[in-house]
């Protein structure tokens, strides 16, 4: 509870005037009873019918103040909720883009985002159901207890002997139901992934027929889903019944000894009409409880969740300049602008370095084993390997999503840890593999929030080879893309991201299997125009094409995390096999014909 206090601190203020008014109002309800026994059982029989319309008029007013007044906190307690959950949702939205890779890694993308949504929205319904119905049912119940008692001490014991057995088994069932929604929670997060993962592939799955395989994957999901929500809906179900039935032998109780008192002279019969009443408002108060112990049930379970992120310590944090490594100077020279220092990596921590033998043929963790090369400044580097050979990871490397396990990363002679996340991502412009179309304008989807002009724009899009597209439309770049780019092809999507990463004239573009959609054609020129327009980029491209890469200054070859490879496009004809087997499947027709 203590995370959920520290949003509502900040509107303490409105929050303590939606309990304090809606104490008043519910301290109102309560008298609106005993003003009922007071007039049938003190003013009726005086057949004064100028008191009892007077009595009357006050209990119709006291109706209206009442309503007021819960009226009045009902809407306070709703912007308390609502404001303390926009700052909860900004914080949590905030933390989950300041991830770091292993972090995202841990949570998952399903889970980060079923606590945008369902545990934010628990915690929403219990900030505001604790400020109105927190307040009432407590005063319903014990404030009931108190008045009877004053009415009618005996008929009163009846109630005094059934609210605590009725607490504590509200009590006892709301801590049995925190670790049930916990799994509920991680249920919905599977529900999330299916979703997700189907409404991404929506046309793989079409494509292929494969509506009822998904279906039955949903329905797997689902129901675990609905055999949690059944298991701790029927634990906290549970109060409800052996109250009800608790409340009514009490209220049977009442009616009976009531009854004979009544008729030995001992009570008036406004008592037991009062009585009555305010029974049912006890039972109200108790179920009210129920409630609220139910939703702090799941706000715990779910407050957990989001604290966990929120919380989360920084992973990548800017390392000082003294603690930083320092390129050697026997090994590298001031020219050297980016350099990868023996790095090794793995997206498990604490696994042992693989030896040869293993590393042979069996299945291990780590997924870069020594990569060593240095780039110069405007320098280009082509990388290619087989699908999994971690040329993608390289890359996060770089951007620093993740820290290498062994070895060191430099860029302009600096460590790459000793940047600031925004500095360092700002020297880059990249195209990676499965990248977002947003949906919005192309405009807005090229300049990405940056400040950069209309003409910047579209001198980016021409040398992406974009242009000839957008301007096709007849709003042009106003045109506006859906989801995922859904309305464009494969090819408009990647050369509309090219120039995303174009616009801003960065100091290292990194294409990262970006032109896999570009014909051969479309991909030449695109390449001739990088290197015409942007030269002073340090340039590094990940390609599956030997043609999109083979007039690059170096050439690395991955197989299985290692670097089997390092050249020129000529170099690795003569040394490298893997290289020249690759060479020849895609442009055989022209080696076979020197």
């Not at 997924?367 to 290619?384: A, H, N």
């Not at 390449?527 to 043609?547: F, M, V, Y």
């Amino acid at each position: 509870m203590k995370f959920i206090l520290s949003y509502v601190k900040k509107y303490k203020w409105l929050a303590l005037f939606a309990i304090t008014i809606k104490f008043f109002g519910s301290f109102g309800e309560l008298l609106i009873p005993y003003v009922l026994e007071h007039l049938i059982d003190n003013v009726v029989p005086t057949k004064d019918m100028t008191r009892v319309i007077m009595w009357g008029v006050g209990m119709i007013i006291l109706a209206v103040v009442v309503r007021q007044l819960n009226v009045k906190a009902n809407r306070s307690a709703v912007k308390v909720a609502k404001e303390s959950i926009y700052d909860i949702r900004k914080d949590l939205f905030w933390k989950s883009l300041e991830l770091s890779g292993k972090q995202v890694d841990e949570f998952g993308l399903p889970s980060l985002t079923s606590r945008m949504t369902s545990d934010s929205y628990n915690l929403q319904n219990f900030i505001q159901s604790i400020q109105a119905m927190g307040v009432r049912a407590p005063i319903m119940l014990f404030g009931g207890i108190v008045i009877t008692m004053t009415m009618d001490p005996g008929l009163a014991s009846i109630l005094c002997i059934m609210a605590p057995i009725l607490i504590v088994i509200v009590v006892f069932v709301s801590f049995k139901g925190i670790p049930l929604y916990e799994k509920v929670q991680q249920s919905v997060d599977d529900i999330v992934r299916v979703m997700r993962e189907n409404i991404t592939g929506i046309r793989v799955v079409k494509s292929l027929s494969k509506e009822d395989y998904e279906m039955r994957r949903f329905e797997e999901a689902n129901s675990r889903m609905a055999g949690n929500d059944m298991k701790a809906g029927t634990v906290m179900a549970l109060p409800g019944p052996i109250m009800t039935l608790f409340l009514n032998i009490g209220l049977t109780l009442v009616v009976i000894i009531g009854a004979k008192r009544v008729n030995a002279g001992q009570i008036q019969p406004g008592v037991i009409l009062a009585f009555l009443t305010y029974f049912n408002m006890i039972l109200m108060g108790v179920m009210g409880l129920n409630r609220v112990f139910m939703m702090m049930s799941k706000a715990n379970a779910s407050a957990k969740r989001i604290e966990a992120v929120v919380k989360a310590e920084e992973e990548l944090a800017p390392v000082p300049e003294e603690e930083a490594a320092k390129p050697s100077p026997e090994r590298y020279t001031v020219d050297d602008y980016l350099i990868f220092d023996h790095v090794d990596f793995s997206y498990h921590t604490g696994d042992e370095e693989a030896d040869d033998e293993k590393f042979a043929g069996q299945t291990r963790e780590k997924c870069l084993y020594d990569i060593d090369f240095s780039m110069k400044k405007g320098g280009s580097l082509g990388i290619i390997g087989a699908t999994g050979a971690g040329k993608t990871t390289i890359i996060n490397l770089l951007m620093r999503f993740y820290d290498a396990s062994k070895g060191h990363i430099f860029v302009n002679g600096k460590d790459v840890r000793t940047y600031d996340k925004d500095t360092l991502h700002w020297m880059f412009g990249v195209v990676f593999q499965n990248d977002v179309i947003f949906a919005d304008s192309l405009h807005e989807n090229i300049a990405f929030g940056r400040d950069v002009t209309l003409q910047d724009i579209r001198l980016a899009a021409e040398d992406a080879r974009a242009s000839e597209f957008i301007e096709a439309y007849e709003d042009a770049y106003d045109h506006r893309a859906v989801i995922h780019g859904a309305n464009l092809s494969g090819g408009q999507r990647q050369r509309t991201l090219i120039a995303r990463a174009l616009v801003a004239k960065p100091e290292i573009l990194i294409l990262d299997d970006s032109s896999s959609a570009l014909d051969y054609k479309t991909d030449a020129a695109l390449r001739k125009a990088i290197r015409e327009n942007h030269a002073g980029a340090t340039t590094i491209i990940i390609a599956q094409r030997i043609s999109s890469i083979l007039s690059l200054d170096h050439i690395i070859v991955l197989d299985e995390g290692r670097m089997i490879g390092y050249g020129t496009h000529e170099e690795l004809l003569e040394s490298c096999p893997m290289y020249r087997d690759i060479y020849r499947t895609q442009m055989g027709e022209y080696v076979d014909g020197k």
